[in-house]
């Protein structure tokens, strides 16, 4: 994994700002903080529900991940629709929908920009280039990782080193 970096030099994380959120079953829940994963490594996950490789690559990678992670009390998984285009199809209805497919108990986010029809505020903090695209925050809040092609199985063999 450490060769697949992308990051050359680790940055700060800043807050989600992430407005809308369901919890791991689904039911709507209060903002979602960075802070509230103090001490754990963040992997998290940004798609549209109309994106072609995000069914086909990347919800199939991070479903992967959580398996292979499922006990590890020290990695976290976070799901957020970052909507840039289509704002009339990728909704926060979809959000709903998307988690229930997958079957993926995890935190899921919906993010359309402030007025809900520009471009995603996690995409503009985090520059984040499209979708599917994975981020890894580490323990301390460092960005490590953030692009389109992640190598699922070194990412579950770094991510199994976490202490």
């Known amino acids: 994994m450490k060769n697949d970096l992308i990051v050359d030099k680790p940055f700060r994380a800043p807050e989600f700002d992430v407005q809308q959120w369901i919890d791991e079953n689904g039911n709507i829940t209060d903002q979602i903080r960075l802070s509230d994963f103090t001490g754990k490594f963040k992997v998290v996950y940004c798609?549209?529900?109309?994106?072609?490789?995000?069914?086909?690559?990347?919800?199939?990678n991070l479903r992967k991940m959580v398996n292979a992670l499922e006990r590890n009390n020290k990695v976290?998984?976070?799901?957020?629709?970052?909507?840039?285009?289509g704002h009339h199809e990728n909704t926060f209805d979809k959000v709903l929908e998307t988690q229930a497919k997958y079957g993926l108990r995890i935190?899921?986010?919906?993010?359309?920009g402030y007025d809900g029809k520009s471009r995603s505020r996690f995409m503009?903090?985090?520059?984040?280039?499209?979708?599917?695209w994975f981020v890894f925050i580490d323990q301390n809040d460092n960005v490590v990782f953030a692009?389109?092609?992640?190598?699922?199985?070194?990412?579950?063999s770094f991510l199994k080193s976490i202490k």
């Open 107 to 112: 935190p899921f986010g919906h993010d359309a």
């Open 47 to 60: 798609f549209q529900s109309w994106c072609p490789g995000c069914h086909s690559l990347g919800f199939p």
């Open 76 to 85: 976290t998984f976070i799901a957020i629709q970052t909507v840039f285009e």
């Open 147 to 156: 692009d389109f092609h992640l190598n699922v199985d070194a990412a579950i």
């Open 124 to 132: 503009q903090n985090f520059q984040t280039g499209g979708t599917p």
